[in-house]
């Protein structure tokens, strides 16, 4: 019997009336929950309610109606994505992808293409969620190239980048939005508690390379035989040896891109001549000048790598002679962007449905009391850091923001965590590493789209809502195993998390 298959658009329209239903139904009740934040001035705890907004009423129809098109405008991924993919169309149109790739796929085992693809995920939360627009079509070609199924490349992309989104070595400005969160949460016990930037990179060396060489193994050994083989319609072989024009145009292109990396990279070190134009320079850490708010190089990010894959692919077409004049160049611009017109109503329906999730506080008040929980166990020890990391997870499904969701149970979880003789850096360790995992998992996360989106392209008849999400939960499961196996070890041995950071406290 065949398995029904749910439309992703048709889902996102239910989910979003199910979100109407049961706001009205809530409403009726009076749902509501508390939560307690930190006065970063006084390091008071203060108490919050949240009540469920009935968005069946007129109030609630009014916002849906008058915020409809400015929700959709306004969609983050929308915008990165269609950026991004007038720039991937100019490396695929060019003929630089299948010459750079089938080079790579046949000069390199299938392991360590994958491990590398897993590996730049992880790194690119470094930039924010430019990982989602960039490497899942990438991964898609990737694969394609490699004569492998290209879902493979996809799926491996969105779950190195989801799950790598909390394996970061060196601080992002999401982490150190963290920090100073955790920290003022610290003051309730200890008003001189301070964190060190590096509070946490022994433990996420750990992490970072058992996620990668995890993530790959469930990718080779789990994913790529469930996907089965993939029918290429119009894909080439490509000689071993290349033409004298694809060798040159493959030289000129890298060799002009380095050019490229170089005068970026100089534009974000600060104190050398003229250098530092990109930055924000009234951030206190590096980070934060690199991805303030007046930081050039956040604001004009996607614009960078879009004109890097431009400058790439215009070399190497030129050269090459597969970019022959302005309408070839116009041609290669929208070359990604044929048959968006699904992507455009898919991103439509899905920032409805998260515009009116988020609106309703469902979200805000499972997350409150979720929180209220962990003192409502009232564990110590072991028990408190697991049911921190499950409550993590949980809370992802209904609230992906990492810092809004920080904000709303540090009050609560880190003074409970001091008092239990842990680390407030290892609590932050613990939120974080459970975070990731329910990213992966819910489509109320924005970028989720993308990864439907892309899917779409190589799934062919597998394509349904439910589709990408079957495949996160392996990758799930083994990453909660690691994690809970690598936060127990370094919380029972005592080795240091970091650079001065110990797992437990000693007053």
């Not at 239910?14 to 307690?36: H, N, P």
């Not at 119009?234 to 891109?257: F, P, Q, W, Y």
Request: proline share 3%; net charge neutral.
């Amino acid at each position: 019997m065949r398995k029904r298959k749910f439309s992703p658009i048709f889902m996102f329209l239910s989910l979003t009336l199910v979100v109407l239903l049961l706001s009205f139904i809530l409403s009726i009740f009076g749902a509501q929950a508390e939560y307690t934040t930190v006065n970063s001035y006084t390091n008071a705890l203060q108490n919050n309610v949240v009540q469920v907004e009935n968005m069946l009423s007129s109030s609630g129809l009014k916002y849906i109606v008058t915020n409809a098109v400015s929700n959709f405008v306004n969609f983050e991924p929308l915008a990165m994505l269609i950026i991004v993919l007038m720039g991937i169309g100019v490396l695929e149109k060019s003929g630089f992808t299948k010459t750079f790739f089938t080079l790579i796929t046949q000069n390199f085992r299938k392991n360590t293409i994958t491990f590398t693809l897993i590996l730049l995920g992880m790194i690119s939360s470094l930039f924010g969620h430019i990982g989602f627009v960039v490497l899942l079509p990438i991964g898609g070609l990737l694969f394609k190239y490699g004569h492998r199924h290209p879902l493979g490349g996809v799926i491996s992309a969105f779950a190195g980048v989801c799950f790598g989104f909390s394996l970061n070595v060196f601080l992002t400005s999401t982490d150190t939005s963290l920090l100073m969160i955790t920290q003022n949460a610290a003051h309730v016990i200890d008003s001189s508690y301070t964190i060190e930037s590096l509070f946490q990179i022994f433990i996420m060396i750990v992490a970072s390379i058992g996620g990668a060489i995890a993530l790959t193994r469930v990718t080779e050994k789990t994913i790529m035989p469930l996907l089965g083989k993939y029918e290429f319609d119009e894909i080439e072989t490509l000689d071993a040896n290349l033409t004298n024009r694809e060798l040159r145009g493959l030289i000129l292109s890298i060799g002009a891109a380095l050019v490229y990396l170089v005068i970026i990279v100089y534009m974000i070190l600060p104190g050398l001549p003229l250098s530092g134009g990109l930055l924000d320079n009234n951030g206190t850490f590096y980070i934060d000048k690199l991805f303030g708010e007046n930081s050039l190089f956040a604001q004009g990010f996607v614009f960078i790598v879009m004109f890097f894959f431009l400058i790439v692919g215009l070399v190497y077409g030129l050269v090459a002679k597969t970019i022959r004049n302005s309408k070839d160049m116009s041609e290669a611009l929208r070359y990604s962007l044929d048959g968006m017109g699904y992507v455009l109503v898919l991103m439509f329906v899905a920032s409805l449905f998260i515009s009116v999730f988020n609106k309703s506080n469902i979200g805000t008040i499972v997350v409150a009391l979720l929180t209220n929980l962990i003192n409502a166990f009232n564990f110590g020890g072991l028990g408190l850091i697991i049911i921190l990391f499950v409550i993590s997870i949980i809370a992802s499904f209904f609230s992906p923001g990492y810092v809004s969701k920080w904000q709303m149970m540090s009050g609560s979880v880190v003074p409970a965590i001091m008092n239990a003789s842990i680390s407030p850096e290892m609590a932050q360790v613990v939120y974080t590493a459970g975070s990731s995992l329910g990213l992966a998992l819910t489509p109320v996360m924005a970028y989720y789209v993308v990864y439907v989106a892309i899917f779409d392209k190589y799934g062919k008849d597998e394509t349904s809502f439910f589709g990408p999400i079957k495949y996160m939960r392996h990758y799930a499961i083994v990453m909660a195993v690691m994690w809970l196996i690598i936060i127990l070890a370094f919380y029972i041995t005592g080795l240091p998390i970091g650079v001065g950071t110990s797992p437990v406290l000693s007053f």
